[in-house]
């Protein structure tokens, strides 16, 4: 299924986006005013029932996309996001390439950063520029992944029991913040830096391990095109590494990396600029496009 948050007249509400609309939850007995509610609370016996009457066609109140608003589907995450650094090994390339001090890493240890979001900008949301501070905006599409439950000292081969689903983020950066604090966490986390999106793909519509088509576009030219099975730390070696560290709640979210293709890796580097249009594609997921502003 593909899970989405809506607003109606700037309330947000939670639905299932199927072929013939939306299936708005609450109008069909299912009681869940969040998404987070839906990814912390719902059992797998709900989320049945939910995929047999998408399948049923006997839904109330389907609703035309045209006539809401598709919002980033945790538009209000319970806490920060978990991110992934170089965790491709052509990007980790091309960042030693712009700024070998501030990229070399040892790649048999992961590199995790945190990523404020007071709220997930949604498809269509503009990303601010910031363009009386930053001159180096740049992009990175990459698949995130939600955790369904509390999530403890987890063997990797039990890591997909844990996954609720799979969604788009761009983790949009501001690479002179990022390389100049000495840390990810400012560079990563302006307002307006997390779009989202544009559904929750649940995770019992594919098969483990996942391969996932990861692409960006920028004013329609093709930067970035990868695939996650060329993850250099894959999803059950981070469910097991963090979980052994500490507590995955229900609801967190973790950004898994970008693939090579961001703006810092060009020569000489493609930054955004206002009125560039970024769009990040996961095949089986979606798009999600943002200009800049």
Not at 30 to 38: C, H, L
Not at 110 to 132: L, Q, T
Not at 254 to 259: E, N, V, Y
Request: hydrophobic share 35%; net charge negative.
């Amino acid at each position: 299924m593909k899970l989405v948050t809506f607003s109606q007249n700037g309330i947000d509400k939670t639905g299932v986006f199927s072929d013939c609309g939306i299936i708005p939850l609450r109008e069909n007995g299912f009681d869940y005013e969040t998404m987070n509610d839906v990814v912390c609370k719902m059992g797998k016996d709900e989320l049945k029932k939910l995929k047999e009457l998408e399948k049923s066609g006997n839904a109330k109140g389907i609703l035309s996309k045209n006539d809401v608003k598709i919002e980033a589907p945790i538009p209000e995450p319970l806490q920060d996001l978990i991110c992934l650094g170089i965790n491709y090994m052509a990007h980790a390339k091309e960042s030693m390439r712009y700024k070998k001090d501030a990229f070399e890493t040892d790649k048999n240890y992961a590199v995790y950063f945190a990523k404020r979001v007071n709220r997930a900008w949604a498809d269509g949301d503009e990303i601010p520029s910031y363009s009386d501070f930053i001159s180096t905006l740049d992009y990175e599409s990459e698949l995130a992944v939600i955790i369904g439950k509390d999530a403890k000292d987890v063997k990797k081969e039990d890591a997909y029991n844990y996954v609720f689903g799979y969604t788009i983020v761009n983790d949009v950066t501001a690479r002179e913040l990022q390389t100049k604090h000495k840390q990810w966490y400012f560079g990563k986390s302006l307002d307006g830096f997390t779009p989202m999106g544009p559904c929750i793909l649940t995770s019992d519509e594919v098969e483990n391990p996942p391969v996932f088509r990861v692409k960006s576009y920028v004013n329609g030219e093709l930067r970035q095109d990868g695939t996650t099975d060329l993850l250099i730390h894959d999803i059950p070696e981070i469910i097991s590494e963090l979980s052994h560290g500490f507590t995955l709640k229900a609801g967190t979210i973790i950004s898994t990396g970008t693939p090579a293709g961001v703006g810092m890796g060009f020569q000489p580097p493609k930054f955004l600029k206002p009125g560039d249009e970024v769009v990040c594609e996961i095949d089986g997921i979606g798009k999600i496009a943002n200009k800049i502003k």
